[in-house]
């Protein structure tokens, strides 16, 4: 049996009134639930694994058809994110246009959130729930025994026209067992981004679900229950990526220093492993302290992106950040002191927000001096307790994720938080907000003077060159 992964294109993205500036997370990273698969695929059964990264290859979609006309394939599975579902949709017409018997699968948060509306979208014949490596590989060892897949937990599919259903799967607790992503089934030279000084860039999670109540976010399939690789094992993945010629890495976890002490471990270990890497995590301002940060420095990590979301001590409160102010002005202080580059994540459009709010929160940003923001406008997204609050409160009219995950349609606008703003008023703020962070003369010089490689200077001119021309 011949298995395809395909990360689909973002052609048809439904969240057009976010501006992005930082790139670290859009297109130019591999896609890593894919590679957990197919690496847990090829070290626990002998079926030929495929990886099609449609993204990284700018592929369109005559020249997917072209592509999976070369490829052999039984089974297809697809990660299923809500913003990307009419690409996703697109890609399975095309995948049973040229094997109407292959079977898809879908899984990731959207297929996790809504599995009902999902296994009803045509061509899809199997949906996983949850950590998909387990599941998906007795999925296949047992692709048309539906008496034996009735009793893997993680799965929908229908029998006899009856749904089926049976049930999430417990959380994988020992995170070690699983065998490293599959990068060498992409074209990992091509993977890059702008926060970075060399290429090729990975991205890593060196831990599991998130222990923070933060209302406008939700992994789903990951979970709330915070599970952790251990530092050998973390520190192994960096090392194999050295030895393929990758040493820049994104730390994904959502939280990296939840335990600190592990992450002491792991600089530890990089230091004395003596391995040459540049690496980014991401980080609460209330995890982190000196100690913690001079580990950091000297094990190669160069930035901290930071949670921030807003400027005033009364949104924080709303968005249960769980942080203040102050907290945050010392940890960017520290982080500085230290010598480590820092992203700041803000958004505008929350929940009682005025003007005025908004506001303060541009001047937090040039408080701040961060080297880089990233600044969205709140989209409520499934699953979460903000898109809960304003279903009740009448603020967001009605369930319109459900609607579209029933119906994906590219005429579709994703709500936002409209108490006290238009979309448009919000995006011209959002565009106010950008180019007084970016464009200030200070800013560009000190910028400048950090630039290393002609490479960064073109990413960065690109960037500073999207900033000016916002509308």
């Given at each position: 049996m011949e298995i395809l992964l395909i990360n689909p294109p973002s052609e048809n993205e439904i969240i057009g009134n976010n501006p992005e500036i930082i790139e670290e997370e859009r297109g130019c990273n591999p896609p890593l639930g894919l590679l957990y698969l197919a690496g847990y695929l090829e070290t626990n059964s002998s079926y030929k694994i495929n990886v099609l990264d449609c993204q990284v290859e700018e592929l369109s979609y005559p020249q997917i058809e072209n592509r999976l006309m070369q490829i052999n394939f039984d089974v297809v599975g697809l990660t299923a994110m809500t913003f990307t579902m009419l690409d996703v949709i697109k890609?399975?017409?095309?995948?049973?246009k040229i094997n109407k018997n292959a079977k898809v699968v879908?899984?990731?948060p959207h297929a996790h959130l809504f599995p009902d509306e999902t296994i009803q979208l045509d061509g899809v014949d199997y949906v996983v729930l949850g950590e998909g490596e387990e599941t998906f590989l007795q999925l296949v060892d047992h692709i048309d025994d539906f008496n034996v897949l009735r009793k893997i937990p993680g799965l929908v599919f229908y029998?006899?026209?009856n749904l089926v259903n049976t049930g999430i799967r417990d959380f994988i607790r020992d995170l070690d067992r699983l065998p490293f992503p599959a990068r060498h089934l992409t074209p990992y030279h091509k993977?890059?981004?702008l926060l970075a000084r060399r290429t090729p860039v990975t991205i890593m999670m060196?831990?599991?679900?998130?222990?923070?109540?933060c209302t406008f976010c939700d992994r789903p399939q990951l979970g709330k229950l915070f599970r952790a690789r251990s530092t050998g094992n973390v520190v192994d993945e960096m090392e194999t990526c050295t030895r393929m010629g990758i040493h820049e890495f994104i730390m994904y976890d959502d939280t990296f220093t939840v335990k600190r002490d592990r992450a002491k471990g792991i600089c530890d270990e990089i230091v004395r492993r003596k391995l040459d890497v540049?690496?980014?995590i991401r980080a609460r301002v209330d995890t982190i302290d000196d100690e913690l940060l001079t580990k950091l420095k000297k094990a190669g990590c160069r930035g901290i992106h930071y949670g921030v979301e807003a400027g005033t001590e009364k949104i924080l409160k709303i968005l249960n950040k769980g942080i203040h102010l102050d907290q945050i002005e010392n940890a960017f202080r520290m982080t500085r002191k230290h010598g480590l580059m820092?992203?700041?994540y803000f958004m505008i459009g929350n929940p009682t927000e005025t003007r005025e709010d908004i506001l303060e929160t541009f001047a937090f940003t040039k408080k701040l001096d961060a080297d880089f923001i990233h600044m969205t406008i709140l989209t409520p997204f499934p699953g979460t307790k903000i898109y809960f609050d304003g279903l009740k409160k009448g603020i967001i009219i009605r369930d319109y994720w459900r609607e579209f995950?029933?119906?994906p349609t590219s005429d579709f606008t994703p709500p936002h938080w409209n108490e006290n703003f238009t979309l448009d008023e919000l995006h011209e703020l959002l565009i106010t907000g950008y180019q007084q962070f970016y464009t200030r003369p200070g800013y560009i010089l000190k910028r400048l003077t950090k630039i290393r490689s002609l490479g960064e200077l073109r990413r960065k001119l690109r960037a500073g060159i999207k900033v000016i021309l916002m509308k």
């Open positions: 890609t399975i017409q095309i995948v049973k879908l899984g990731g029998q006899d026209g993977y890059s981004s060196t831990s599991r679900g998130c222990p923070y109540q540049g690496w980014d820092t992203l700041a995950a029933s119906n």
